[in-house]
């Protein structure tokens, strides 16, 4: 099975991030636990198997170490864009460099994709909410 390496790793990076944003570096030694949701599990695992973390009497390969300092330097800023771009292009190299790798990891059944809130609104002066509203929100009665 032929895998596109630059795609996969384009679809495992929001695991991935979602992971080291709930973990941390910790991420890596974490026991996966009932308390975190399905996006951080599934990224907590990807970033496992791709460290070798998975497999712990194997010697890590460089590539699996690039990811490892990837993860680190995001786990200090989970906010810094730029960062999770440099872990998404170290998970592209190493899938590319182990096809079978990437082939594997491509098997898995992936829980719906993390995503972001949008919140829109329709009609005129209708309010939009992104989150919790625990007041009134006036519109005016005579406002165009």
Do not use: K
């Not at 992971?19 to 026991?31: C, D, F, N």
């Not at 996966?32 to 791709?50: C, I, K, N, P, Y």
């Not at 771009?85 to 190299?93: E, F, G, N, T």
């Amino acid at each position: 099975m032929s895998v596109d390496a630059v795609q996969l790793a384009q679809d495992l990076t929001p695991y991935a991030t979602a992971a080291v944003t709930a973990y941390g570096a910790a991420v890596l030694a974490r026991v996966e636990s009932g308390a975190a949701d399905a996006t951080v599990l599934f990224g907590q695992r990807v970033l496992r198997r791709l460290t070798g973390r998975d497999t712990p009497d194997a010697d890590p390969t460089a590539g699996q170490d690039a990811v490892v300092h990837c993860i680190t330097d995001l786990a200090d800023a989970p906010d810094d864009a730029d960062l999770a771009a440099v872990l998404r292009v170290q998970i592209r190299r190493l899938l590319t460099a182990d096809p079978d790798l990437a082939a594997n990891i491509a098997g898995w059944t992936r829980p719906a994709a993390p995503s972001t809130v949008t919140v829109s609104t329709s009609g005129e002066r209708s309010p939009a909410v992104g989150g919790s509203n625990y007041g009134t929100i006036h519109t005016g009665d005579s406002t165009h």
